[in-house]
C-alpha cells in the first residue's frame, strides 16, 4: 500500500489557528512550551508554561470558587455541563482538527473522540438529578440512618496524550455536576486542544452564569502536575497515564491522606476460541490492535489463540495487516496515522528487536512509512508477531500498534496466561461457546476492569464505569456509579425518638 502524505507545518498550523479561532482561544505566547504536531514532528507554536505561582492561584481559584459551587443546587451544576456538551457539538469539527494535529488520530476517531465528551456530558447532566443516598433499617425504635453524599473539593486532573479531550471530559463532567471545582494538568505533548477544551467550559460558565474558577488549567510538564500531587487544596489527584506517572504520583498523594483516582497502562488480551466466529473477530481485533496507532490503553495487545485455528486466523489477519493504510490521519482512506514521537517508534524498535531474539516471528507489518516525505514523524507499519511464550517484552506494556500471538490447547491455560500479566485493564473472548464465555466473564475468569465477549477491547462506551485492576491502578471513571469518587458520603443517624437508645443495646445513664 502507498502512504498518503501528511499536509506541512505550515498548513497544519494554518488549520490550528482556524479551530482555535472559531472556538476563541488565544494562545499564551511564550518560550518554554512547545506546541508540535506527529503528522510531520515539527513545532507548531511555542506557548508558555504555568509558573509556580500561576499554579498558587489557580488552585487557591478554584479552592475558593468550590465554597459557593459546592452549595449550587446539583440540578443547577448540571446546566453548565449541558450548556458544554452544546457548545462541544457545535465545535466538534473544530476540536477534531486539534486532536488530529496533535495526537494524530484518524479523522473519524477524532470525531468519536469529541463524541464521547458529548456524551458524557449528557450522561453528567442526568446524574445532576441522580446523586442518590440512601436510607437504611435502624435498630433503634424513632430513628432515622441515612447516607448521603456530598461535594468533595478541588479535583487535580492530570492527563495522557492520546486521549487528549475525551479523559478530561470524562472527569470534569462529573465533578463539576457533583459540586467540585476542577484544575486541569493535560499532558505537555497537546496542550492546543486542552487550551480549546478550556475556553469551552468558560464560555459555557459565562453563559450559564456559573463563576469561570469552577475550571482552571494549567499547562506545562509534570514538574505543573507535581504540584498538583502535594497540594493538600486538592482532594482528589485523578491521574491518567503510564504506569510509571502512577507509581510516583499514588504514593505522593497517599502521604498526605489525599484520595487519588489512578487511570494507568495496560496489556489487554484476547482469547480466541475454536467455535469463534472468525468473519466479526478478523475486524474486531485488527481495529482493537492497529486503530489509533495502538496507542490506546486499552489497545489489544496479546492474542491468545487456540492452536486448531492458529493458523487460518493468523492467515486473515496478516493479510488483513498487509492492507492497513498507513498514512495523513487528514486522509479519509488512512486507518493508522503516525505514533506520538521518535521516542515512541525507538520503544516500539526496542520491543520487537528483543522479541526475535527470543525467537519471534514477524507475520506482517513493521515497516517504516513516509520516512522521506517527514522525517521527523514516526508513521510505521502495525506488526503482528507471532511468539512461543509470554516473556518479560510480551508482559510490558510497549505504547505502539505491536500485537503478540501466542496459542494455547485449554481454556484453564488460556486464561492463566490472560491474567499472566502485571496490567489488568480490558480483556475479551471470541466464542460461540456460552459456558465459555461466562467462565471468562466469571470470578475465576478475566482479572480485568472491562471483560468483553465477541467484542475488541477497546472502545469502550460511556456508561459503563471505565478503569481497571493491579498495575492500571485501580480506579473507576465515567459511567455507573463511579462519580461517587467525586464526592465524600456522610452517614447521618437522627433520632425522633423522646427517649435516649445506644446502639447494641448499650446502657449508659
Ligand atoms: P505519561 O505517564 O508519560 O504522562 C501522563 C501525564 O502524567 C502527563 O500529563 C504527564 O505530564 C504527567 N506526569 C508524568 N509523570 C508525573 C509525575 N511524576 N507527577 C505528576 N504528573 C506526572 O503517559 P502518556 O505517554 O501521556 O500516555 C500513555 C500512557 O497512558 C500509557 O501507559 C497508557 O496506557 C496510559 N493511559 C491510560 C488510560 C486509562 O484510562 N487507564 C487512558 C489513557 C492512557
Same mark, same amino acid.
Given at each position: 500500500?502507498?502512504?498518503?502524505?501528511?499536509?506541512?507545518?505550515?498548513?497544519?498550523?494554518?488549520?490550528?489557528?482556524?479551530?482555535?479561532?472559531?472556538?476563541?482561544?488565544?494562545?499564551?505566547?511564550?518560550?518554554?512550551?512547545?506546541?508540535?504536531?506527529?503528522?510531520?514532528?515539527?513545532?507548531?507554536?511555542?506557548?508558555?508554561?504555568?509558573?509556580?505561582?500561576?499554579?498558587?492561584?489557580?488552585?487557591?481559584?478554584?479552592?475558593?470558587?468550590?465554597?459557593?459551587?459546592?452549595?449550587?443546587?446539583?440540578?443547577?451544576?448540571?446546566?453548565?455541563?449541558?450548556?458544554?456538551?452544546?457548545?462541544?457539538?457545535?465545535?466538534?469539527?473544530?476540536?477534531?482538527?486539534?486532536?488530529?494535529?496533535?495526537?494524530?488520530?484518524?479523522?473519524?476517531?477524532?470525531?468519536?473522540?469529541?463524541?464521547?465528551?458529548?456524551?458524557?456530558?449528557?450522561?453528567?447532566?442526568?446524574?445532576?438529578?441522580?446523586?442518590?443516598? %440512601?436510607?437504611?433499617?435502624?435498630?433503634?425504635?424513632?430513628?432515622?440512618?441515612?447516607?448521603?453524599?456530598?461535594?468533595?473539593?478541588?479535583?487535580?486532573?492530570?492527563?495522557?496524550?492520546?486521549?487528549?479531550?475525551?479523559?478530561?471530559?470524562?472527569?470534569?463532567?462529573?465533578?463539576?455536576?457533583?459540586?467540585?471545582?476542577?484544575?486541569?494538568?493535560? +499532558?505537555?505533548?497537546?496542550?492546543?486542544?486542552?487550551?480549546?477544551?478550556? %475556553?469551552?467550559?468558560?464560555?459555557?460558565?459565562?453563559?450559564?452564569?456559573?463563576?469561570?474558577?469552577?475550571?482552571?488549567?494549567?499547562?506545562?510538564?509534570?514538574?505543573?502536575?507535581?504540584?498538583?500531587?502535594?497540594?493538600?487544596?486538592?482532594?482528589?489527584?485523578?491521574?491518567?497515564?503510564?504506569?510509571?506517572?502512577?507509581?510516583?504520583?499514588?504514593?505522593?498523594?497517599?502521604?498526605?491522606?489525599?484520595?487519588?483516582?489512578?487511570?494507568?497502562?495496560?496489556?489487554?488480551?484476547?482469547?480466541?476460541?475454536?467455535?469463534?466466529?472468525?468473519?466479526?473477530?478478523?475486524?474486531?481485533?485488527?481495529?482493537?490492535?492497529?486503530?489509533?496507532?495502538?496507542?490506546?490503553?486499552?489497545?489489544? %495487545? %496479546?492474542?491468545?489463540?487456540?492452536?486448531?485455528?492458529?493458523?487460518?486466523?493468523?492467515?486473515?489477519?496478516?493479510?488483513?495487516?498487509?492492507?492497513?493504510?498507513?498514512?495523513?490521519?487528514?486522509?479519509?482512506?488512512?486507518?493508522?496515522?503516525?505514533?506520538?514521537?521518535?521516542?515512541?517508534?525507538?520503544?516500539?524498535?526496542?520491543?520487537?528487536?528483543?522479541?526475535?531474539?527470543?525467537?519471534?516471528?514477524?507475520?506482517?507489518?513493521?515497516?517504516?512509512?513516509?520516512?522521506?516525505?517527514?522525517?521527523?514523524?514516526?508513521?510505521?507499519?502495525?506488526?503482528?508477531?507471532?511468539?512461543?511464550?509470554? +516473556?518479560?517484552?510480551?508482559?510490558?506494556?510497549?505504547?505502539?500498534?505491536?500485537?503478540?500471538?501466542?496459542?494455547?490447547?485449554?481454556?484453564?491455560?488460556?486464561?492463566?496466561?490472560?491474567?499472566?500479566?502485571?496490567?489488568?485493564? +480490558?480483556?475479551?473472548?471470541?466464542?460461540?461457546?456460552?459456558?465459555?464465555?461466562?467462565?471468562?466473564?466469571?470470578?475465576?475468569?478475566?482479572?480485568?476492569?472491562?471483560?468483553?465477549?465477541?467484542?475488541?477491547?477497546?472502545?469502550?462506551?460511556?456508561?459503563?464505569?471505565?478503569?481497571?485492576?493491579?498495575?492500571?491502578?485501580?480506579?473507576?471513571?465515567?459511567?455507573?456509579?463511579?462519580?461517587?469518587?467525586?464526592?465524600?458520603?456522610?452517614?447521618?443517624?437522627?433520632?425522633?425518638?423522646?427517649?435516649?437508645?445506644?446502639?447494641?443495646?448499650?446502657?449508659?445513664?
Amino acid at each position: 500500500m502507498t502512504s498518503t502524505a501528511p499536509p506541512t507545518t505550515d498548513e497544519l498550523r494554518a488549520r490550528a489557528v482556524t479551530s482555535l479561532h472559531s472556538i476563541g482561544v488565544t494562545l499564551p505566547e511564550g518560550d518554554d512550551l512547545p506546541a508540535r504536531t506527529p503528522l510531520t514532528g515539527e513545532h507548531l507554536f511555542v506557548l508558555a508554561a504555568a509558573t509556580d505561582a500561576d499554579a498558587d492561584a489557580a488552585i487557591a481559584a478554584a479552592r475558593a470558587a468550590f465554597l459557593t459551587w459546592r452549595t449550587t443546587p446539583a440540578p443547577r451544576r448540571g446546566e453548565l455541563v449541558r450548556r458544554l456538551g452544546e457548545l462541544l457539538r457545535e465545535h466538534k469539527s473544530d476540536l477534531a482538527d486539534l486532536v488530529t494535529i496533535e495526537a494524530g488520530k484518524i479523522r473519524s476517531e477524532a470525531l468519536g473522540e469529541v463524541q464521547e465528551m458529548i456524551d458524557i456530558c449528557d450522561f453528567a447532566v442526568g446524574l445532576s438529578r441522580q446523586l442518590y443516598g %440512601r436510607t437504611i433499617a435502624s435498630e433503634r425504635p424513632g430513628h432515622r440512618l441515612a447516607e448521603t453524599w456530598h461535594p468533595l473539593g478541588v479535583v487535580g486532573v492530570i492527563s495522557a496524550f492520546n486521549f487528549p479531550a475525551a479523559v478530561w471530559s470524562w472527569n470534569t463532567a462529573v465533578a463539576l455536576v457533583c459540586g467540585d471545582t476542577v484544575v486541569w494538568k493535560p +499532558s505537555e505533548l497537546t496542550p492546543l486542544t486542552s487550551l480549546a477544551c478550556d %475556553r469551552l467550559l468558560a464560555r459555557a460558565a459565562e453563559e450559564a452564569g456559573a463563576p469561570s474558577e469552577v475550571h482552571r488549567l494549567l499547562l506545562g510538564d509534570r514538574a505543573v502536575g507535581e504540584r498538583l500531587v502535594d497540594d493538600p487544596r486538592i482532594a482528589l489527584v485523578s491521574a491518567t497515564g503510564s504506569t510509571r506517572m502512577g507509581r510516583a504520583v499514588g504514593p505522593r498523594v497517599a502521604a498526605r491522606f489525599g484520595r487519588s483516582l489512578l487511570e494507568l497502562g495496560g496489556n489487554n488480551a484476547a482469547i480466541v476460541a475454536p467455535s469463534a466466529d472468525l468473519d466479526l473477530a478478523v475486524p474486531a481485533i485488527v481495529f482493537a490492535a492497529a486503530g489509533t496507532a495502538g496507542q490506546r490503553c486499552t489497545t489489544l %495487545r %496479546r492474542l491468545i489463540v487456540h492452536r486448531d485455528i492458529a493458523d487460518t486466523l493468523i492467515e486473515r489477519l496478516a493479510a488483513a495487516y498487509a492492507k492497513l493504510p498507513v498514512g495523513d490521519p487528514f486522509d479519509d482512506t488512512t486507518l493508522v496515522g503516525p505514533l506520538i514521537s521518535a521516542a515512541a517508534l525507538d520503544a516500539m524498535h526496542e520491543a520487537v528487536t528483543r522479541v526475535q531474539a527470543e525467537g519471534g516471528e514477524i507475520l506482517a507489518g513493521g515497516n517504516r512509512r513516509l520516512a522521506g516525505a517527514a522525517p521527523a514523524a514516526a508513521y510505521i507499519e502495525p506488526v503482528l508477531v507471532r511468539v512461543a511464550e509470554q +516473556s518479560d517484552v510480551v508482559r510490558e506494556e510497549t505504547f505502539a500498534p505491536i500485537l503478540y500471538v501466542l496459542t494455547y490447547d485449554t481454556l484453564d491455560e488460556a486464561i492463566a496466561l490472560h491474567n499472566g500479566v502485571p496490567q489488568g485493564l +480490558s480483556s475479551s473472548i471470541f466464542t460461540r461457546d456460552q459456558r465459555e464465555a461466562e467462565i471468562f466473564l466469571s470470578a475465576e475468569g478475566s482479572d480485568c476492569g472491562i471483560a468483553n465477549v465477541n467484542i475488541g477491547t477497546s472502545g469502550a462506551e460511556i456508561g459503563g464505569a471505565f478503569g481497571g485492576e493491579k498495575d492500571t491502578g485501580g480506579g473507576r471513571e465515567s459511567g455507573s456509579d463511579a462519580w461517587k469518587a467525586y464526592m465524600r458520603s456522610a452517614t447521618n443517624t437522627v433520632s425522633y425518638a423522646t427517649e435516649l437508645s445506644l446502639a447494641q443495646g448499650v446502657s449508659f445513664l
